[in-house]
C-alpha cells in the first residue's frame, strides 16, 4: 500500500483528494493536516466521507508525515516549500497542488506571486506535472510541481498543433472559463451567490498568475517564445473549465486536423478526443478526470479553434495528481481514477 499525507485538507482540492484515495484499492491514507482544525474527524466537516475515512484533522508534522511514502500539497502558493526540503531528505515523495514548483524561472515566480522562493535550488529539480507531456520524467521524480487548472486545459488543447509546427506562436489566443470552485473555499464577495449567479465575468485581464505557467509549457512544446493572450473568465456554475484556443495555420494546406488529434492522444487514457464537430461540455466531464477535446476549422479557413474542457477540482487538481501518484509508484495509472462523469 502507498502510504498518504496531505497537507491542507480543508479546501476543495483537499477534500477532493480524500474522495478520491479513500476509494483508491492501493492508497492507506496517514495524516490530514490543518492547523484551525486539528482534532475535528474530516467526516464531521464533510458529510460525504462518512464511513469512508476514518480520521481527524491534524497539525503538520513532519515526523509523522515523514512515515509516508508521498505528501500531497493542498495549500495556496508559499506553503509547500516550506516543508518540502525536509520531506525530500527523509526519502518522502512530494506532489505540490499549489504553484510553488511549476515555473522554472524564479524571478518570474516571485513577480507574478510576490513572494520569496525559499528553496529555488529544488525548482529545477522539479518535474511538471503534466503526464500527457512528462509522464517518463514523472516516473523518476520525487518532487512533482502539480499544472494548475487553467494550464491543463490549455496545454493539451495546443499540444497537437504546436509540437508538429502547424500555426503561427506568435499570436494565440485561449478564451478560458472557470466554475466558482476555483476561487477556492475562503469567504469572498465576489464568489457569493448572488454576485456570481446569473452573470459572467473576465478577470485578471491585464494578466493572470497562470499566463506564465501556460506560457513556459506551450514554449516547450513549440521549441520557440510564444505570444499568448490568455483571458479568464468566472461562470456561475461550481465545477469545470471551457477553454477555447485560437491559432492561425502557418499554411493553407489541410493538415488533418481530425486524425492528428485523435493519433496525438490515442494512448492516453484520460484525453477524449470528441467526433468531428462536436462541442463537448463541461458537465460532460464533471467529477471525473478526463478531459474532452474537439478541434475545428470554420469555413476550411485557416482559423484553427479547439475546445478543451475538464473538471478544475479533478483533471485540473486532484485527479491528475492522483495520476501523477500512480505513475511514480508504478501503479495502473488509471486506477483509483475511473469515475464516470456525473450527469445533470
Not at 28 to 36: D, G, H, N, W
Not at 152 to 162: D, I, K
Not at 211 to 233: C, D, S, Y
Amino acid at each position: 500500500m502507498i502510504k498518504v499525507g496531505i497537507v491542507g485538507g480543508t479546501g476543495y482540492t483537499g477534500v477532493e483528494l480524500l474522495r478520491i484515495l479513500s476509494a483508491h484499492p492501493s492508497v492507506s491514507i496517514k495524516a490530514i493536516t490543518s492547523r484551525s482544525e486539528d482534532g475535528m474527524p474530516v467526516a464531521d466537516m464533510y458529510p460525504s466521507l462518512r464511513g469512508h475515512l476514518d480520521l481527524a484533522f491534524s497539525v503538520p508534522d513532519l515526523d509523522t508525515l515523514a512515515q509516508c511514502d508521498v505528501v500531497f500539497f493542498a495549500t495556496p502558493h508559499g506553503v509547500a516549500m516550506n516543508m518540502t526540503p525536509e520531506l525530500l531528505a527523509r526519502g518522502v515523495k512530494v506532489i505540490d497542488l499549489g504553484a510553488d514548483f511549476r515555473i522554472k524561472d524564479v524571478p518570474m515566480w516571485e513577480k507574478w506571486y510576490n513572494h520569496t522562493h525559499t528553496c529555488p535550488d529544488l525548482v529545477e529539480k522539479a518535474v511538471y506535472g503534466l503526464p500527457e507531456v512528462n509522464r517518463e520524467a514523472i516516473k523518476g521524480a520525487e518532487l512533482i510541481g502539480c499544472a494548475g487548472c487553467y494550464p491543463t486545459a490549455a496545454q493539451l488543447g495546443y499540444l497537437p498543433l504546436l509540437e508538429n509546427n502547424l500555426v503561427d506562436t506568435r499570436r494565440l489566443i485561449a478564451d478560458c472559463k472557470s466554475g466558482v470552485s476555483g476561487a477556492g473555499r475562503g469567504a469572498s464577495v465576489g464568489t457569493l451567490l448572488c454576485e456570481a449567479s446569473e452573470s459572467v465575468k473576465a478577470y485578471g485581464v491585464a494578466g493572470h498568475r497562470h499566463l506564465p505557467e501556460i506560457r513556459q509549457g506551450l514554449t516547450a512544446m513549440a521549441g520557440k517564445p510564444v505570444g499568448l493572450t490568455f483571458v479568464p473568465h468566472l461562470m456561475p456554475m461550481i465545477r469545470g473549465i471551457h477553454t477555447t484556443l485560437y491559432s492561425v495555420l502557418r499554411e493553407p494546406v489541410d493538415p488533418g486536423l481530425q486524425q492528428l488529434f485523435e493519433e496525438r492522444f490515442a494512448n492516453e487514457p484520460f484525453v477524449d478526443v470528441m467526433p468531428a464537430g462536436s462541442c463537448p461540455e463541461t458537465r460532460s466531464v464533471k467529477g471525473s478526470n478526463f478531459c474532452r477535446i474537439s478541434v475545428h476549422r470554420p469555413q476550411d479557413d485557416d482559423t484553427v479553434i479547439v475546445l478543451s474542457v475538464i473538471d478544475n477540482l479533478v483533471k485540473g487538481a486532484a485527479g491528475q495528481a492522483i495520476q501523477i501518484m500512480n505513475i511514480m509508484f508504478e501503479r495502473p495509472e488509471t486506477e483509483g481514477l475511473q469515475q464516470v462523469a456525473l450527469m445533470p
